[in-house]
Nanobody, 126 residues
Framework: QLQLVESGGGLVQPGGSLRLSCAAS????????IRWFRQALGKEREGVSC????????NYADSVKGRFTISRDNAKNTVYLQMNSLKPEDTAIYYC???????????????????WGKGTLVTVSS
């Protein structure tokens, strides 16, 4: 079964950190760019970050630049999103998605993803 599974979400205080993981099973991520999206309650889904298939190109939404870092370990078939200095407005369900694309990440938009995870909830609250 081809799937992406997110993990690492939870409750954290403002200013805290979390690391999300996106693990693939049933297929290899070697030829896929991976994007993270998030959707807060009552809001539209928005792009957060992107990493190219090689890991050599990344991109971030302005709202998370300097606080979030995306990385990947193709040997483990896993992508990570390190989130630091978390704010209450980062509260959302975070989804990872795979795009069959070996070029650079020029932005964090959704151009039609091949696979989606089911999401992991991040809550930033005191």
């Amino acid at each position: 079964q081809l799937q992406l599974v997110e993990s690492g979400g939870g409750l954290v205080q403002p200013g805290g950190s979390l690391r999300l993981s996106c693990a693939a099973s049933g297929f290899t991520l070697d030829y896929y760019a991976i994007r993270w999206f998030r959707q807060a309650l009552g809001k539209e889904r928005e792009g957060v970050s992107c990493i190219s298939s090689s890991g050599g190109s990344t991109n971030y939404a302005d709202s998370v630049k300097g606080r979030f870092t995306i990385s990947r370990d193709n040997a483990k078939n896993t992508v990570y999103l390190q989130m630091n200095s978390l704010k209450p407005e980062d509260t959302a369900i975070y989804y990872c998605a795979a795009e069959g694309w070996v070029g650079p990440c020029r932005d964090v938009e959704d151009y039609g993803m091949d696979y989606w995870g089911k999401g992991t909830l991040v809550t930033v609250s005191s």
